[in-house]
């Protein structure tokens, strides 16, 4: 149960993660590669002001997103006026620099030693874990609902624009880099946000978890379940981390000689689901045009062709226990 | 709204593609600029609207007693005091309707806020009878849809031009690829605009007969310089843009 807790945590950590990479990328067209290096950031400045400075979690956590306005800011500037290509190598370099300070500057991070333990916000003995995942619930809820919100606004359409044929757009009088700097700074920081509250998560921090595989797998969801779509993020992590690192990991009943060859199974699994859904769909599951309106209108006839399946199945579960009843009841009567 | 130019060059890899030692575009409503291809005409205009940085010089917007210099400042700003241009080359946002292109156009920098974000409110009244109005008088094949071929594509930079409220137009060919019905629709629009005092309007042409018709003023471009400035009949009879261009 606390493992289950554990995961579904991580995996609306990994939501939220590849919400904000919809906004920078499938809304702007900023392709952050560097997902990992906001996401450490935060992670390891909370961990630090923690465990080191003795601080609070919520004090760690303000501190922690003035740093990462700051750097995200600054690093905006120094970007986001270049082509796509150099967007992608300066982010992944940004990462890489996040992952090397963790392992070298070993005064603050304890370097591969190791860094913990970091408490839990929420101090109600037996449930910290349960509210702490309720907690995270409520954000990516939030963020879920402000996303489609932004799709439905100027700004967002604005943003399409931006990535669409961003000189044009400048010419239209829009000040195009103000808005890819301002929605750079904010989603990143809030990726570095998610990499804070990972921090209780995980407890105990090693610089090996600032890995690329963790910008991959939230670069894979998005794709997977659609870049420009408002809920492609959502459904992409369902796909990926939800079936395969929950259900398949954790539940489905594997030899333990097997064991060892599931992760790598599970990597061969995201990349052929990748190919098939590039090949077949290269917009993503959810393809832009497909209404958030539609989506949830199909779920509710999904759901009440459900349920009348299952009133019905009711009804002639009640009529034969009814013919039964009075079949008995003759026979007594006999 | 009139625009100065002076010393203006730009050079490509150290080679010379425009040189304007002094010119005014704007004083007489609606202009022409023609010249022969690769005489710098396009280039002109991105130097104009910022689109291009200038190699040497100075350009200057006058706006009533208002001067603005246009060196310092960056292309939306320039939009912003009402200078806008159409594109010789398609462009577009292939994600946007036909009507998201205009709302877009239409839609004022300041609205698109974070704080707009909530109300989930992308249009309004005002515009969106606009938006009606052009789209009753400029057919598309799908006007609740996408624009599909090159000529709806091209009349779209156009109207998305003429929906921003410009003061000031520079069109850049914008006949190529529109059918003669349409050109027309346009171009009298854009007359109609001009008269009323609207805004000013610069013409890049190869359809002579447009410039000739529509135009009170014409300057003739070639080899990057500004040779000859005068009204429709003093280009036609004049011996050097004969020679230069009409092939005579
Ligand atoms: N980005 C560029 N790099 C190098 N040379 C360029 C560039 N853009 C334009 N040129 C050159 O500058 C010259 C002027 O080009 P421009 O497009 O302004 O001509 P134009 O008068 O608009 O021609 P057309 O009537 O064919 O549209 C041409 O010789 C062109 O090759
Ligand atoms: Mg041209």
Same mark, same amino acid.
């Given at each position: 149960?606390?493992?289950?807790?554990?995961?579904?945590?991580?995996?609306?950590?990994?939501?939220?993660?590849?919400?904000?990479?919809?906004?920078?990328?499938?809304?702007?067209?900023?392709?952050?590669?560097?997902?990992?290096?906001? @996401?450490?950031?935060?992670?390891?400045?909370?961990?630090?002001?923690?465990?080191?400075?003795?601080?609070?979690?919520?004090?760690?956590?303000? +501190?922690?997103?003035?740093?990462?306005?700051?750097?995200?800011?600054?690093?905006?500037?120094?970007?986001?006026?270049?082509?796509?290509?150099?967007?992608?190598?300066?982010?992944?370099?940004?990462?890489?620099?996040?992952?090397?300070?963790?392992?070298?500057?070993?005064?603050?991070?304890?370097?591969?030693?190791?860094?913990?333990?970091?408490?839990?916000?929420? %101090?109600? +003995?037996?449930?910290?874990?349960?509210?702490?995942?309720?907690?995270?619930?409520?954000?990516?809820?939030?963020?879920?609902?402000?996303?489609?919100?932004?799709?439905?606004?100027?700004?967002?359409?604005?943003?399409?624009?931006?990535?669409?044929?961003?000189?044009?757009?400048?010419?239209?009088?829009?000040?195009?880099?103000?808005?890819?700097?301002?929605?750079?700074?904010?989603?990143?920081?809030?990726?570095?946000?998610?990499?804070?509250?990972?921090?209780?998560?995980?407890?105990?921090?090693?610089?090996?978890?600032?890995?690329?595989?963790?910008?991959?797998?939230?670069?894979?969801?998005?794709?997977?379940?659609?870049?420009?779509?408002?809920?492609?993020?959502?459904?992409?992590?369902?796909?990926?981390?939800?079936?395969?690192? *929950?259900?398949?990991?954790?539940?489905?009943?594997?030899?333990?000689?097997?064991?060892?060859?599931?992760?790598?199974?599970? +990597?061969?699994?995201?990349?052929?689901?990748?190919?098939?859904?590039?090949?077949?769909?290269?917009?993503?599951?959810?393809?832009?045009?497909?209404?958030?309106?539609?989506?949830?209108?199909?779920?509710?006839?999904?759901?009440?062709?459900?349920?009348?399946?299952?009133?019905?199945?009711?009804?002639?579960?009640?009529?034969?226990?009814?013919?039964?009843?009075?079949?008995?009841?003759?026979?007594?009567?006999? | 709204?009139?625009? $100065?130019? %002076?010393?203006?060059?730009?050079?490509?890899?150290?080679?010379?593609?425009?040189?304007?030692?002094?010119?005014?575009?704007?004083?007489?409503?609606?202009?022409?600029?023609?010249?022969?291809?690769?005489?710098?005409?396009?280039?002109?205009?991105?130097?104009?609207?910022?689109?291009?940085?200038?190699?040497?010089?100075?350009?200057?917007?006058?706006?009533?007693?208002?001067? $603005?210099?246009?060196?310092?400042?960056?292309?939306?700003?320039?939009?912003?005091?009402?200078?806008?241009?159409?594109?010789?080359?398609?462009?577009?946002?292939?994600?946007?309707?036909?009507?998201?292109?205009?709302?877009?156009?239409?839609?004022?920098?300041?609205?698109?806020?974070?704080?707009?974000?909530?109300?989930?409110?992308?249009?309004?009244?005002?515009?969106?009878?606009?938006?009606?109005?052009? +789209?009753?008088?400029?057919?598309?094949?799908?006007?609740?849809?996408?624009?599909?071929?090159?000529?709806?594509?091209?009349?779209?930079?156009?109207?998305?031009?003429?929906?921003?409220?410009?003061?000031?137009?520079?069109?850049?060919?914008?006949?190529?690829?529109?059918?003669?019905?349409?050109?027309?629709?346009?171009?009298?629009?854009?007359?109609?605009?001009?008269?009323?005092?609207?805004?000013?309007?610069?013409?890049?042409?190869?359809?002579?007969?447009? *410039? @000739?018709?529509?135009?009170?003023?014409?300057?003739?471009?070639?080899?990057?310089?500004?040779?000859?400035?005068?009204?429709?009949?003093?280009?036609?009879?004049?011996?050097?843009?004969?020679?230069?261009?009409?092939?005579?």
């Amino acid at each position: 149960m606390a493992y289950l807790i554990f995961s579904l945590s991580l995996m609306l950590i990994y939501i939220g993660l590849a919400q904000m990479l919809h906004v920078q990328f499938g809304l702007l067209g900023i392709p952050n590669f560097g997902v990992v290096g906001f @996401w450490g950031l935060g992670m390891y400045a909370v961990g630090v002001m923690q465990v080191q400075l003795g601080m609070s979690f919520v004090d760690a956590m303000g +501190l922690t997103v003035v740093l990462l306005v700051i750097a995200s800011y600054f690093l905006g500037r120094l970007i986001l006026r270049l082509e796509r290509q150099a967007i992608l190598c300066a982010t992944i370099a940004f990462s890489a620099i996040i992952a090397l300070l963790a392992v070298t500057e070993k005064w603050m991070t304890m370097g591969v030693v190791g860094l913990g333990t970091i408490r839990h916000p929420f %101090r109600v +003995l037996g449930l910290e874990e349960i509210l702490f995942f309720l907690f995270l619930l409520a954000l990516i809820v939030v963020m879920q609902i402000l996303i489609l919100k932004l799709h439905k606004s100027r700004l967002g359409r604005l943003m399409v624009a931006t990535r669409d044929n961003e000189e044009l757009a400048a010419s239209l009088g829009k000040d195009t880099f103000q808005v890819k700097i301002v929605a750079f700074t904010l989603t990143a920081t809030i990726m570095g946000v998610l990499g804070g509250l990972s921090a209780p998560l995980n407890q105990f921090l090693t610089p090996n978890m600032i890995v690329p595989s963790i910008t991959f797998a939230v670069w894979i969801s998005l794709v997977l379940g659609g870049k420009e779509h408002a809920l492609g993020a959502m459904l992409g992590v369902f796909v990926t981390f939800g079936l395969f690192d *929950i259900l398949i990991e954790t539940y489905a009943p594997v030899s333990p000689e097997f064991a060892v060859v599931v992760p790598n199974m599970k +990597l061969f699994f995201y990349g052929a689901l990748l190919v098939g859904v590039l090949v077949f769909r290269p917009t993503g599951i959810l393809d832009r045009k497909i209404k958030p309106e539609d989506i949830s209108a199909a779920l509710s006839r999904g759901m009440s062709t459900g349920l009348a399946g299952a009133g019905r199945g009711m009804q002639s579960f009640a009529k034969v226990a009814d013919e039964k009843l009075i079949n008995r009841k003759k026979e007594d009567d006999q | 709204m009139k625009l $100065h130019m %002076r010393d203006l060059t730009k050079a490509y890899h150290e080679h010379p593609v425009l040189n304007v030692a002094e010119a005014t575009l704007g004083m007489h409503g609606l202009e022409g600029l023609i010249g022969p291809n690769g005489a710098g005409k396009s280039t002109l205009m991105g130097l104009l609207t910022r689109r291009i940085a200038a190699t040497t010089g100075t350009v200057e917007l006058e706006d009533g007693d208002a001067r $603005h210099p246009l060196n310092p400042i960056r292309s939306h700003q320039v939009a912003n005091l009402g200078l806008v241009k159409t594109n010789q080359r398609i462009q577009g946002f292939e994600s946007l309707t036909i009507r998201d292109n205009l709302r877009l156009a239409a839609t004022a920098h300041a609205n698109e806020t974070y704080r707009g974000v909530l109300d989930q409110n992308q249009t309004n009244d005002a515009i969106e009878a606009e938006i009606d109005d052009y +789209l009753s008088q400029f057919t598309f094949a799908d006007p609740d849809g996408f624009a599909k071929s090159g000529g709806e594509k091209k009349l779209l930079d156009i109207l998305r031009c003429l929906i921003f409220k410009p003061r000031m137009l520079l069109m850049d060919e914008p006949t190529a690829g529109l059918p003669d019905d349409v050109t027309a629709k346009v171009m009298d629009m854009v007359r109609a605009k001009v008269k009323s005092g609207e805004m000013t309007v610069v013409i890049v042409e190869h359809d002579l007969e447009l *410039i @000739w018709n529509y135009c009170a003023y014409v300057h003739f471009l070639s080899e990057g310089e500004i040779l000859f400035h005068g009204t429709p009949d003093d280009v036609k009879n004049n011996r050097v843009v004969a020679e230069k261009y009409m092939g005579v």
